[in-house]
């Protein structure tokens, strides 16, 4: 998990208002950068950048929905909050169907627009952890043998040892064999654990249950 | 405005003619999608065509503007590209737009629609390749008369010595070039052509902002520039017009207005019309090759008032029969005042807010004021939300619409702006030691959108006086009945009857479409807002019209309500004056405007038995004068 602390990046063309907002959030006390267009913020971002991006629907280029469009597809999807002119009902629909935090006019009070902003940071740490345990699960359950992640899908289900045995057509004493390799590689001892790390990584759907034929 | 209600027509024809299998056409355009006049004519085609054939049309378009820096490699590409499209959609009708559209199309023939009719439309007579006819095809174009265009600009300026010619550089603006020039050379004596086509446009705006006296401008066509630049010929027209020191002419009708001075006009909107009616006769199975080839020729000879007055030309320079437009006083002459005041208010809040700051400045040090001049901040934002939602509703009346709309859009930025800096000099102003050059860089910023602001309310000025009348010949019918169709689901939902009652034999009106459907909507969505508290039993409104002995059509629009207190019967039409809880009072005085203009009037009475009658008149139209 990155430790860097949060910067609101801001996107507008109008460059007036991209002034005039970058100081209220300096002056209350974000970390700020500007970009005049989407462009701009793909070629000068820092990829790694914790924080939100503020952004204006309607630009000249890529406009915002373009924008949150292009940003969803990087491995580092940070959060928007949309800036409009005038709200219009289509384009604020479809910018919060596209997952954007909110969607304010320009001239929103100040309290409603820090409020948001402080919103669309939360939600980027929350994401993030969530990413970084499923990427730290992913690595963990990727030592794993193929063997052993078929004996794990079992686990998860909550099947016995006996019963995988049977299912697998391999003796139980193996079974627990590859159990305990689990554990070491995983380094979780319970089965509640297991499930967790397995659903973190977004594995359990890889496992369908298999039963032996003829059953 | 105009094109949302002809969207709105078009759905509620498109939905009532559904049925057999939709005839495909394939429009070919010969520039992108915003390059009149070509675009004027395919848009009036498009609208006509679906307007006519609803969803029995399938309407497709490629342009060739994808062949844009034309080498024979590009333009094959796209005739392989036609091929393989073709594969899956073959059109029932081919309409190249425009002499590039149509060489195109004449030259590829064989290959692409060796058996599709093909309509060619949109260019002049002179550029139609000559066999393109023999092989079932039909064409409406122009036949341009280019010595004319110096005849006209001499009717009213006789003195003309020069004569700057505005004209791109794209393939089709070199064949136009040279065969002016060839066309003007008997004019050589006379007059001396400045030639402008080897420049840009910023080139272009130069020298027209400083041509020798006695000067005339005649724009051909910008289409692309010598620097390979594409423009919008119109906008580049009102560019021109903006810095020119002499008059300027141009070709097309629907130029008039964007500031032309005006002579015979070639009539681009309606050749779209026309052919559009060509090829509905062609889909339902007239051979193409039946239809004579015909020419749409120059409107009677118009001109702008107000270009006459700007260059000092006397009205008696001007050819018998001239039309003379543009004279009547817009909206904005009327209601400027009001349409200024509602804007102005929301100026005296960036006001309040820059002298609020201007204050703070000076005594940066007294904190403690700062937690109520917060307090006032939001409210005037507050303040500008409300009145901009009240501009937004008045949405209703679309001319009003759009202006609210727009208005709202672009005075958010700088008011945005303004809001956001006084907030953070706010902030800025509570630390011990502000950051005075800060500051100063602030309110330099507030200073500068303030002026940015008032610069949207000049355009916006622009655009409304812009906005005017488009008279043509209107079957009133026709015109209460679309709008009838699109009030009646707001009727409907109300539990509101609304009936139609005409006679059968009403004399066309002179009017502008649009304009006429604004007041009568408004009218319609009045009488079902007077019968919000009205029981249930009786809820009725009727437009109904009849014949006048004075040549005058009346029309009434009557409701079955609690009519209007006598006390405020007089003052219906006051701007600003409404009876609703959220009305705004601009729709009366705007129709009554609207209907004034057309030498008509408009009033209120209250019926009888219940409810009241808005009535308008409108003079019948002479004779259909031949255009």
Same mark, same amino acid.
């Given at each position: 998990?990155?430790?860097?602390?949060?910067?609101?990046?801001?996107?507008?063309?109008?460059?007036?208002?991209?002034?005039?907002?970058?100081? !209220? %959030?300096? *002056?209350?006390?974000?970390? @700020?950068?500007?970009? &005049?267009?989407?462009?701009?913020?793909?070629? $000068? =971002?820092?990829?790694?950048?914790?924080?939100?991006?503020?952004?204006?629907?309607?630009?000249?280029?890529?406009?915002?929905?373009?924008?949150?469009?292009?940003?969803?597809?990087?491995?580092?999807?940070?959060?928007?909050?949309?800036?409009?002119?005038?709200?219009?009902?289509?384009?604020?629909?479809?910018?919060?169907?596209?997952?954007?935090?909110?969607?304010?006019?320009?001239?929103?009070?100040?309290?409603? !627009? %820090?409020? *948001?902003?402080?919103?669309? @940071?939360?939600?980027? &740490?929350?994401?993030?952890?969530?990413?970084? $345990? =499923?990427?730290?699960?992913?690595?963990?359950?990727?030592?794993?043998?193929?063997?052993?992640?078929?004996?794990?899908?079992?686990?998860?289900?909550?099947?016995?040892?006996?019963?995988?045995?049977?299912?697998?057509?391999?003796?139980?004493?193996?079974?627990?064999?590859?159990?305990?390799?689990?554990?070491?590689?995983?380094?979780?001892?319970?089965?509640?654990?297991?499930?967790?790390?397995?659903?973190?990584?977004?594995?359990? *759907?890889?496992?369908?249950?298999?039963?032996?034929?003829?059953? | 405005?105009?094109?949302?209600?002809?969207?709105?027509?078009?759905?509620?024809?498109?939905?009532?003619?559904?049925?057999?299998?939709?005839?495909?056409?394939?429009?070919?355009?010969?520039?992108?999608?915003?390059?009149?006049?070509?675009?004027?004519?395919?848009?009036?085609?498009?609208?006509?065509?679906?307007?006519?054939?609803?969803?029995?049309?399938?309407?497709?378009?490629?342009?060739?503007?994808?062949?844009?820096?034309?080498?024979?490699?590009?333009?094959?590409?796209?005739?392989?590209?036609?091929?393989?499209?073709?594969?899956?959609?073959?059109?029932?009708?081919?309409?190249?737009?425009?002499?590039?559209?149509?060489?195109?199309?004449?030259?590829?023939?064989?290959?692409?629609?060796?058996?599709?009719?093909?309509?060619?439309?949109?260019?002049?007579?002179?550029?139609?390749?000559?066999?393109?006819?023999?092989?079932?095809?039909?064409?409406?174009?122009?036949?341009?008369?280019?010595?004319?265009?110096?005849?006209?600009?001499?009717?009213?300026?006789?003195?003309?010595?020069?004569?700057?010619?505005?004209?791109?550089?794209?393939?089709?603006?070199?064949?136009?070039?040279?065969?002016?020039?060839?066309?003007?050379?008997?004019?050589?004596?006379?007059?001396?052509?400045?030639?402008?086509?080897?420049?840009?446009?910023?080139?272009?705006?130069?020298?027209?902002?400083?041509?020798?006296?006695?000067?005339?401008?005649?724009?051909?066509?910008?289409?692309?520039?010598?620097?390979?630049?594409?423009?919008?010929?119109?906008?580049?027209?009102?560019?021109?017009?903006?810095?020119?020191?002499?008059?300027?002419?141009?070709?097309?009708?629907?130029?008039?207005?964007?500031?032309?001075?005006?002579?015979?006009?070639?009539?681009?909107?309606?050749?779209?019309?026309?052919?559009?009616?060509?090829?509905?006769?062609?889909?339902?199975?007239?051979?193409?090759?039946?239809?004579?080839?015909?020419?749409?020729?120059?409107?009677?000879?118009?001109?702008?008032?107000?270009?006459?007055?700007?260059?000092?030309?006397?009205?008696?320079?001007?050819?018998?029969?001239?039309?003379?437009?543009?004279?009547?006083?817009?909206?904005?002459?009327?209601?400027?005042?009001?349409?200024?005041?509602?804007?102005?208010?929301?100026?005296?809040?960036?006001?309040?807010?820059?002298?609020?700051?201007?204050?703070?400045?000076?005594?940066?040090?007294?904190?403690?004021?700062?937690?109520?001049?917060?307090?006032?901040?939001?409210?005037?934002?507050?303040?500008?939300?409300?009145?901009?939602?009240?501009?937004?509703?008045?949405?209703?009346?679309?001319?009003?619409?759009?202006?609210?709309?727009?208005?709202?859009?672009?005075?958010?930025?700088?008011?945005?702006?303004?809001?956001?800096?006084?907030?953070?000099?706010?902030?800025?102003?509570?630390?011990?030691?502000?950051?005075?050059?800060?500051?100063?860089?602030?309110?330099?910023?507030?200073?500068?959108?303030?002026?940015?602001?008032?610069?949207?309310?000049?355009?916006?000025?622009?655009?409304?006086?812009?906005?005017?009348?488009?008279?043509?010949?209107?079957?009133?019918?026709?015109?209460?009945?679309?709008?009838?169709?699109?009030?009646?689901?707001?009727?409907?939902?109300?539990?509101?009857?609304?009936?139609?009652?005409?006679?059968?034999?009403?004399?066309?009106?002179?009017?502008?479409?649009?304009?006429?459907?604004?007041?009568?909507?408004?009218?319609?969505?009045?009488?079902?807002?007077?019968?919000?508290?009205?029981?249930?039993?009786?809820?009725?409104?009727?437009?109904?019209?009849?014949?006048?002995?004075?040549?005058?059509?009346?029309?009434?629009?009557?409701?079955?309500?609690?009519?209007?207190?006598?006390?405020?019967?007089?003052?219906?039409?006051?701007?600003?004056?409404?009876?609703?809880?959220?009305?705004?009072?601009?729709?009366?005085?705007?129709?009554?405007?609207?209907?004034?203009?057309?030498?008509?009037?408009?009033?209120?009475?209250?019926?009888?038995?219940?409810?009241?009658?808005?009535?308008?008149?409108?003079?019948?139209?002479?004779?259909?004068?031949?255009?």
């Amino acid at each position: 998990m990155s430790s860097a602390s949060p910067v609101i990046h801001i996107v507008d063309d109008d460059a007036s208002f991209l002034r005039a907002t970058s100081r !209220l %959030l300096r *002056a209350s006390g974000f970390a @700020v950068k500007t970009f &005049a267009s989407a462009a701009d913020f793909f070629s $000068q =971002r820092d990829q790694d950048a914790v924080g939100c991006l503020v952004a204006d629907l309607q630009m000249p280029g890529m406009d915002g929905l373009e924008l949150q469009a292009a940003l969803a597809r990087t491995r580092n999807p940070l959060p928007i909050l949309f800036l409009s002119g005038h709200g219009d009902i289509p384009s604020s629909v479809r910018a919060m169907r596209g997952g954007a935090e909110d969607f304010l006019v320009k001239t929103a009070p100040k309290v409603v !627009l %820090l409020d *948001a902003i402080r919103r669309t @940071v939360a939600r980027d &740490a929350r994401e993030r952890k969530t990413r970084a $345990q =499923r990427r730290e699960a992913n690595e963990r359950i990727g030592t794993l043998s193929e063997r052993e992640r078929e004996v794990l899908g079992h686990v998860i289900r909550g099947r016995l040892n006996k019963q995988i045995a049977d299912d697998l057509g391999i003796k139980e004493r193996t079974v627990k064999y590859h159990r305990q390799s689990i554990t070491t590689k995983l380094g979780v001892p319970s089965v509640a654990e297991l499930t967790r790390l397995a659903l973190e990584a977004g594995v359990l *759907a890889e496992f369908p249950p298999t039963f032996p034929k003829g059953q | 405005m105009a094109s949302s209600l002809v969207a709105v027509f078009v759905v509620l024809t498109a939905v009532c003619a559904a049925g057999s299998e939709p005839k495909r056409v394939l429009v070919v355009h010969s520039f992108g999608s915003v390059a009149p006049p070509f675009t004027t004519h395919s848009i009036a085609f498009e609208t006509e065509l679906v307007e006519k054939m609803g969803k029995r049309v399938d309407l497709d378009e490629v342009s060739l503007d994808m062949a844009r820096y034309a080498d024979s490699t590009l333009q094959e590409a796209l005739v392989e590209y036609l091929q393989k499209r073709q594969s899956h959609w073959q059109p029932d009708l081919v309409v190249p737009i425009g002499s590039p559209a149509g060489v195109f199309v004449a030259q590829y023939r064989d290959r692409l629609f060796p058996k599709t009719p093909i309509l060619y439309t949109g260019m002049d007579r002179r550029r139609l390749p000559p066999d393109a006819l023999e092989k079932n095809a039909a064409f409406i174009g122009e036949n341009f008369d280019l010595p004319g265009f110096v005849e006209d600009i001499l009717q009213i300026a006789p003195a003309t010595k020069n004569i700057a010619v505005v004209i791109g550089a794209s393939q089709v603006e070199q064949y136009w070039a040279a065969a002016f020039r060839k066309e003007f050379e008997p004019y050589a004596n006379r007059i001396n052509f400045i030639w402008l086509n080897d420049l840009s446009l910023d080139q272009m705006l130069e020298k027209t902002r400083a041509l020798p006296p006695d000067s005339f401008i005649f724009l051909i066509l910008l289409l692309r520039d010598a620097t390979g630049v594409t423009h919008n010929a119109d906008e580049a027209l009102q560019r021109i017009h903006a810095v020119a020191n002499a008059p300027i002419n141009s070709i097309f009708q629907h130029q008039l207005g964007l500031g032309i001075v005006g002579g015979r006009l070639y009539q681009a909107e309606l050749e779209g019309i026309e052919s559009a009616r060509i090829a509905v006769r062609i889909l339902n199975g007239e051979p193409a090759s039946s239809f004579q080839p015909r020419i749409v020729g120059p409107l009677s000879p118009r001109y702008d008032w107000r270009e006459l007055k700007r260059w000092k030309i006397k009205e008696e320079r001007l050819p018998p029969g001239s039309v003379v437009s543009f004279r009547e006083p817009t909206v904005w002459d009327n209601y400027g005042g009001w349409i200024i005041a509602g804007v102005s208010f929301c100026f005296v809040q960036a006001v309040l807010i820059f002298g609020l700051l201007a204050n703070l400045a000076k005594r940066r040090l007294a904190e403690r004021s700062l937690i109520a001049s917060e307090d006032r901040v939001t409210l005037a934002a507050d303040e500008m939300r409300r009145l901009q939602d009240e501009i937004a509703h008045v949405g209703r009346v679309s001319m009003m619409g759009q202006l609210a709309s727009a208005l709202a859009h672009e005075i958010n930025q700088p008011i945005g702006a303004i809001l956001r800096n006084a907030e953070a000099a706010e902030l800025f102003m509570q630390s011990k030691t502000p950051d005075l050059e800060e500051i100063r860089a602030i309110l330099a910023d507030i200073r500068a959108d303030d002026q940015r602001a008032g610069d949207v309310i000049d355009r916006m000025r622009a655009l409304l006086k812009r906005h005017v009348l488009d008279t043509q010949l209107l079957d009133l019918a026709e015109l209460v009945g679309d709008v009838a169709k699109l009030a009646q689901p707001d009727a409907a939902t109300r539990h509101v009857k609304l009936t139609v009652n005409l006679p059968a034999d009403l004399p066309p009106v002179r009017g502008d479409r649009v304009h006429l459907q604004q007041v009568l909507l408004n009218l319609i969505l009045n009488g079902i807002d007077a019968l919000n508290r009205a029981g249930p039993g009786n809820r009725r409104v009727t437009v109904s019209a009849r014949v006048d002995a004075a040549r005058t059509v009346e029309i009434a629009v009557s409701d079955t309500g609690h009519g209007i207190a006598a006390e405020k019967l007089a003052h219906v039409f006051d701007p600003f004056f409404t009876t609703k809880p959220d009305g705004m009072g601009m729709g009366l005085p705007i129709s009554r405007t609207i209907v004034e203009s057309h030498g008509g009037r408009l009033w209120a009475e209250n019926n009888n038995d219940t409810g009241a009658t808005f009535r308008f008149t409108l003079p019948q139209a002479e004779e259909a004068s031949a255009s």
